[in-house]
């Protein structure tokens, strides 16, 4: 009898894009699918030709195509005066929305026009994923719950996740990922998305690894990293939209009395998580730039194991450490106070000739990973939608009308009610 081949290892090179955003990326289709596609151009570098590779782009990077088709209103500067404008502006879309669903306007304003920008997110991921030739983790975006209906998908009222979608080299779905914890700024005060459950997590076997999702502060959570660890994710992906200037201060659930400096805190996340060997490697990209009034800033990083990233390097305001097998400097160096200050000169509306000025980045690390050893995971129906979606076997609901919200014409002083919501910022 023949001994089976051993399988061979699966070596993988793993890219982090961090791009630089602004409120006139997302206004319109085109400008939207240059934005992606310059961080692909940004990737092609890094790629490994006739390799597998592993892209990973930044949390959040389908939330301002909220923006779409509203250009005219970022002279209003912030992103609270732009909503309201935009929900006034689209109130024969949104309206309906807010009383059929009976959600708040942030979110009926989002599910307006969530399945035309859904479909421009997920087919810009899909070219690019084909062209490329690469695993795409397309970052992270507010997207619906869909269910497949012979040609036409069905959305599940009410309900936005923070959500990640991985591609793999033919552009075909791999599979989807909810945002379990969201910060304060994704629930209801802010853009009012829909916490995932922590049950549905899963790890998707592929040549580029056996790929887990927590975004942002799920990577944070001992809940989900116990979870996709049990489940033999090898390689972690964190895409990350930090709103905030880096060298700040932060204090978030369940501890918000704990402040500590941004960076300190990021220690607790993907770089963590491979220096206790829970998973071996994580890729976290991080988006930087000013949108509207909201600031976004970080430093990308590829993590691994201590003896494979032996050279000490950290997060700037942290000391020096091993386990960095990439890691993107910040902007400029300097004492502690002058790393503060330089965080609040970028910041958005600062006024200093420094403001916007941030550090675009791609980052690479080779990864060397056991061979694959669970089958995947069966499929949802919203990941079955997708699917069907992406190959143009189904498309999104279309547009409803003004007619939808007559019967409730004499409830359109709720948008007066709305102008109170909305001045809460995202």
Same mark, same amino acid.
């Not at 012979?150 to 309900?159: D, I, K, S, T, Y």
């Given at each position: 009898?023949?001994?089976?081949?051993?399988?061979?290892?699966?070596?993988?090179?793993?890219?982090?894009?961090?791009?630089?955003?602004?409120?006139?990326?997302?206004?319109?289709?085109?400008?939207?699918?240059?934005?992606?596609?310059?961080?692909?151009?940004?990737?092609?570098?890094?790629?490994?030709?006739?390799?597998?590779?592993?892209?990973?782009?930044?949390?959040?990077?389908?939330?301002?195509?909220?923006?779409?088709?509203?250009?005219?209103?970022?002279?209003?500067?912030?992103?609270?005066?732009?909503?309201?404008?935009?929900?006034?502006?689209?109130?024969?879309?949104?309206?309906?929305?807010?009383?059929?669903?009976?959600?708040?306007?942030?979110?009926?304003?989002?599910?307006?026009?969530?399945?035309?920008?859904?479909?421009?997110?997920?087919?810009?991921?899909?070219?690019?994923?084909?062209?490329?030739?690469?695993?795409?983790?397309?970052?992270?975006?507010?997207?619906?719950?869909?269910?497949?209906?012979?040609?036409?998908?069905?959305?599940?009222?009410?309900?936005?996740?923070?959500? =990640? $979608? #991985? +591609?793999? *080299?033919?552009?075909?779905?791999?599979?989807? &990922?909810?945002?379990?914890? !969201?910060? @304060? %700024?994704?629930?209801?005060?802010?853009?009012?998305?829909?916490?995932?459950?922590?049950?549905?997590?899963?790890?998707?076997?592929?040549?580029?690894?056996?790929?887990?999702?927590?975004?942002?502060?799920?990577?944070?959570?001992?809940?989900?990293?116990?979870?996709?660890?049990?489940?033999?994710? =090898? $390689? #972690? +992906?964190? *895409?990350?939209?930090?709103?905030?200037?880096? &060298?700040?201060?932060?204090? !978030?659930? @369940? %501890?918000?009395?704990?402040?500590?400096?941004?960076?300190?805190?990021?220690?607790?996340?993907?770089?963590?998580?491979?220096?206790?060997?829970?998973?071996?490697?994580?890729?976290?990209?991080?988006?930087?730039?000013?949108?509207?009034?909201?600031?976004?800033?970080?430093?990308?990083?590829?993590?691994?194991?201590?003896?494979?990233?032996?050279?000490?390097?950290?997060?700037?305001?942290?000391?020096?450490?091993?386990?960095?097998?990439?890691?993107?400097?910040?902007?400029?160096?300097?004492?502690?106070?002058?790393?503060?200050?330089?965080?609040?000169?970028?910041?958005?509306?600062?006024?200093?000739?420094?403001?916007?000025?941030?550090?675009?980045?791609?980052?690479?690390?080779?990864?060397?990973?056991?061979?694959?050893?669970?089958?995947?995971?069966?499929?949802?129906?919203?990941?079955?939608?997708?699917?069907?979606?992406?190959?143009?076997?189904?498309?999104?609901?279309?547009?409803?009308?003004?007619?939808?919200?007559?019967?409730?014409?004499?409830?359109?002083?709720?948008?007066?009610?709305?102008?109170?919501?909305?001045?809460?910022?995202?």
């Amino acid at each position: 009898m023949t001994a089976p081949t051993p399988q061979a290892p699966r070596h993988v090179r793993a890219v982090a894009v961090q791009p630089h955003w602004s409120a006139r990326d997302f206004t319109t289709p085109d400008a939207f699918r240059r934005w992606m596609r310059a961080q692909l151009d940004m990737a092609r570098p890094h790629l490994q030709e006739g390799g597998v590779n592993l892209v990973v782009l930044t949390e959040l990077n389908g939330l301002p195509l909220v923006l779409r088709g509203g250009g005219w209103a970022l002279r209003l500067r912030t992103f609270e005066r732009v909503a309201l404008a935009l929900f006034l502006a689209r109130l024969p879309r949104a309206l309906p929305v807010l009383l059929r669903e009976r959600v708040s306007p942030i979110r009926a304003l989002q599910l307006a026009d969530i399945d035309t920008n859904t479909e421009l997110y997920l087919r810009t991921c899909r070219e690019l994923a084909r062209e490329y030739g690469v695993y795409l983790c397309c970052g992270s975006a507010p997207m619906p719950r869909y269910t497949r209906h012979g040609e036409v998908l069905r959305r599940a009222p009410g309900v936005l996740t923070n959500q =990640t $979608v #991985l +591609l793999d *080299p033919h552009g075909d779905l791999i599979g989807v &990922t909810d945002k379990v914890h !969201l910060t @304060p %700024d994704e629930e209801a005060g802010g853009v009012d998305l829909t916490p995932g459950d922590l049950s549905d997590l899963r790890v998707f076997p592929t040549p580029a690894g056996d790929l887990g999702v927590a975004i942002s502060l799920d990577a944070f959570r001992a809940d989900v990293i116990g979870s996709l660890a049990a489940q033999g994710c =090898t $390689v #972690l +992906l964190q *895409p990350d939209a930090n709103g905030a200037p880096w &060298t700040s201060q932060e204090g !978030l659930p @369940p %501890d918000p009395a704990r402040v500590r400096d941004q960076p300190v805190a990021w220690l607790e996340s993907s770089w963590q998580v491979t220096a206790q060997r829970q998973i071996p490697y994580a890729v976290n990209p991080m988006v930087v730039g000013n949108l509207l009034d909201l600031t976004f800033d970080g430093q990308s990083a590829i993590t691994g194991p201590a003896e494979q990233a032996p050279s000490l390097r950290s997060y700037v305001l942290t000391d020096p450490r091993p386990g960095f097998l990439a890691l993107a400097p910040w902007v400029t160096e300097g004492t502690p106070d002058e790393l503060r200050q330089a965080g609040l000169d970028r910041a958005a509306h600062s006024g200093h000739p420094l403001e916007n000025e941030y550090r675009e980045d791609t980052l690479h690390a080779d990864l060397t990973l056991p061979p694959a050893a669970r089958p995947a995971p069966p499929r949802t129906p919203h990941e079955d939608a997708l699917d069907a979606l992406l190959r143009g076997e189904a498309h999104a609901p279309r547009p409803g009308t003004w007619r939808a919200a007559l019967p409730a014409l004499p409830l359109l002083a709720l948008p007066l009610l709305a102008l109170a919501l909305l001045r809460r910022r995202p």
